[in-house]
């Protein structure tokens, strides 16, 4: 069958979109690399710190399913710039007051907002792309999203050396704050679909249904293989004589394999040269490969060899999972389903490091990166066999 011509939409239209996933990256990432800087500067305990970097993940696990939903019922634009415009205040009150304990409500102040913006964002791409083209535009989403998640510690690092916590903060104020002056501008007020009653049992047998568990098990790995290599390829780098920077020049080259590689496997899809069954477990192996390398054979050349693999299996599998799942997804639903997606990605983000942190304590870091692998590979498993290809639905 020939697959449908894809529907242009105007970069004006998505472009407040692909800055909404950056900022919601940029944000957990970020902050969180500044406040393990700076800890000590504003009188975090360790006890402290680990609280206030969990308060972000914690309220987007709680929240994104929630406000997910309520895109479905009031349609994802005013749920999209209500949502920045939170993040932007919170940030701002982040900014101008430093107490630990408003650092710790800003932080959950901007995952509340981000758990409101962020799949309300999915679901816009979703739509607006259509099913023809859902691969190329979550193929550019997530290359921004990617990009944040990656280059958020670097600009972090950037903004604490140019004017400390308060500068980060203030950034991040502007950013949300632009995003959503140029939401409320160019992005178009799509209607709110009719819905049939959904009851408990319906909920739970369509997030329990393999086309939503799989593709987001995918989503989970590759978030973790990515939560993992940002931490941890920049202390591999430095184990290995590496200085620093050029520790965390690995994750720039993370950055933007992900980042170039996403679009391009969003067109392949789209135009029917790459299916999800087998696309999304072939970037998870590649991820394993870049894991397992750097496991095996820490050294100055596999530190970006790894940073490399990671990169481009992470920018295959991902807009491949997305676009699975809205292809599988009718559209009155699909800010609940995206944003319960999400969830599993902040899980997956959360539970990568500490997997690797709890077996490199227990074990060996060699033998953890080993463990990270294994889930991987197992992942990519469970997708090669599980995943189907999803019937066309009429654009």
């Known amino acids: 069958m020939t697959a449908p011509t894809p529907r242009p939409v105007a970069v004006r239209v998505l472009a407040p979109?692909?800055?909404a996933g950056f900022t919601t990256a940029f944000g957990a990432h970020g902050v969180a690399a500044a406040l393990g800087v700076r800890s000590d500067d504003v009188g975090l305990t360790l006890l402290s710190f680990g609280a206030i970097l969990a308060l972000y993940d914690l309220a987007e696990v709680l929240l994104k399913p929630v406000f997910g939903a309520?895109?479905?019922?009031?349609?994802?634009?005013?749920?999209?710039?209500a949502g920045l415009l939170a993040f932007a205040l919170v940030s701002l009150a982040g900014a101008v007051l430093s107490p630990p304990a408003v650092l710790a409500l800003a932080r959950l102040g901007?995952?509340?907002?981000?758990?409101?913006?962020?799949?309300?964002?999915?679901?816009?791409?979703?739509?607006?792309?259509?099913?023809?083209?859902v691969g190329r535009y979550f193929g550019r989403?997530?290359?921004?999203?990617s990009l944040g998640y990656?280059?958020?510690?670097?600009?972090?690092?950037?903004?604490?050396a140019l004017g400390g916590m308060r500068a980060l903060f203030v950034a991040l104020s502007v950013l949300a704050a632009g995003a959503a002056l140029w939401a409320a501008v160019a992005l178009p007020t799509l209607p709110v679909l009719p819905r049939p009653r959904a009851t408990v049992a319906d909920v739970v047998r369509q997030t329990t249904d393999r086309t939503f568990l799989v593709p987001t098990a995918?989503?989970?790995?590759?978030t973790a293989a990515l939560g993992v290599a940002v931490g941890f390829l920049p202390l591999v780098a430095t184990r290995v004589g590496l200085a620093a920077p050029?520790?965390?020049?690995?994750?720039?080259?993370?950055?933007?394999?992900?980042?170039?590689?996403?679009?391009?496997?969003?067109?392949l899809r789209d135009a029917g040269r790459v299916d999800t069954r087998h696309g999304a477990p072939g970037g998870l192996l590649v991820v394993t490969a870049g894991v397992l390398l750097v496991a095996v054979a820490p050294h100055a050349v596999t530190v970006y060899a790894a940073a490399l693999l990671v990169g481009l299996g992470i920018g295959t599998a991902t807009p491949l999972a997305f676009a699975h799942l809205a292809a599988a997804t009718p559209p009155e639903r699909i800010g609940r389903t995206m944003g319960a997606a999400e969830v599993g990605r902040e899980l997956g983000d959360a539970g990568g490091p500490l997997l690797v942190?709890?077996?490199?304590?227990?074990?060996?870091?060699p033998v953890a990166l080993g463990a990270l692998a294994a889930v991987t590979a197992g992942t990519a498993a469970v997708g090669a066999t599980a995943l189907r290809p999803v019937p066309p639905r009429s654009p």
């Open 110 to 133: 901007q995952g509340a907002a981000a758990s409101a913006f962020s799949p309300a964002s999915s679901a816009a791409v979703a739509r607006l792309a259509g099913p023809a083209a």
């Open 246 to 267: 050029a520790g965390m020049a690995a994750v720039t080259v993370l950055a933007l394999a992900s980042t170039v590689v996403q679009p391009v496997v969003g067109r």
């Open 218 to 222: 995918v989503l989970a790995a590759s």
């Open 17 to 19: 979109l692909y800055l």
């Open 141 to 145: 989403y997530g290359a921004w999203k």
């Open 70 to 81: 309520l895109s479905d019922r009031v349609g994802p634009k005013p749920v999209v710039v």
């Open 357 to 365: 942190g709890a077996v490199a304590v227990a074990v060996s870091l």
């Open 150 to 160: 990656a280059a958020g510690p670097l600009l972090g690092a950037g903004l604490l």
